[in-house]
């Protein structure tokens, strides 16, 4: 009996004694990270693009790589670790990068993760943001300064902005809507189209008005999107590229059905 304790005392002393790398592997979950691709935020702050990825129980370390968009890009480790963003300050005025995400289990790593295009820039987006969604759409009342962007990276990954609007029209009447693009002759094709829900998408034609109708008998509230037209801001359709462009958007007037 006595042989009988001493043997699972010193059993027992034997598992305490054991390393917290051994006990921390004996208690992970068994499952494998799950591969996947890491959310790239850029114009928010000038030449600064935002990483940032989702825990993964499975996963001992999280491993970014950054590449310059190009025909065959070059990834190099940006970072290496437990943490889960980074911001990314060592980019330039009009560059594509791509950012793709790794994971580490033991000796073993996962992925990396199919790349997420960033836009190291000196102009951000502007103050009506985040109204790329109609349910954050802003309220047309004033004329409104705006821009708006498209970018593609070589294999065909994108980053580009929506802008949502509201506008209040009354009854039996119409509102004329401008739209301006800086830069662009009255007239021309902007690079912009314009969708009215439950109306055909437009290119939007600078400086002409937009008819927006209320044929019924109470105020109603539209909702128009704006929204970058891909082919014009891209150079040459097989290759990467984009752009930003300003423009404004007015209530011109209310009139008479």
Known sequence: MKIQLLLITFFLLFILSCSEGLLNDMLRVITDPVVEEPCVVSFEKEETIEI????????????????????????????????????????????RYLYTLGKVRGTVLFGPSDPTLGMGSKVIQDNL????????????????DANL????????EEIEDFDWYLLTVPPRRKAMIIVTQDGLG???????????????TETIINSNAIP????????????????????????????????????????NSIQSL
């Open 129 to 144: 943001e985040g109204n790329n969604v109609k349910e954050k759409a802003t309220t047309l009342v004033w004329d409104l």
């Open 212 to 251: 927006v109708e209320n044929y019924s008998y109470d105020e109603k509230t539209f909702y128009f999107l704006i929204s970058p037209k891909s082919s014009e801001f891209i150079g040459e359709p097989t290759l990467g590229g984009g752009g930003l462009i300003n423009y404004r958007v007015s209530l």
């Open 186 to 200: 009255s007239g021309a094709d902007s690079w912009m189209n314009y969708y009215l829900e439950g109306h055909v």
């Open 52 to 95: 940032s990825w989702n825990a993964d129980a499975g996963a001992d370390e999280y491993i970014l790589y950054r590449a310059e968009d190009a025909l065959t890009p070059v990834y190099e480790i940006l970072y290496q670790g437990t943490r889960l963003s980074l911001t990314d300050t060592d980019v330039t005025g009009e560059h």
């Open 149 to 156: 962007y498209y970018y593609r990276s070589n294999d065909g």
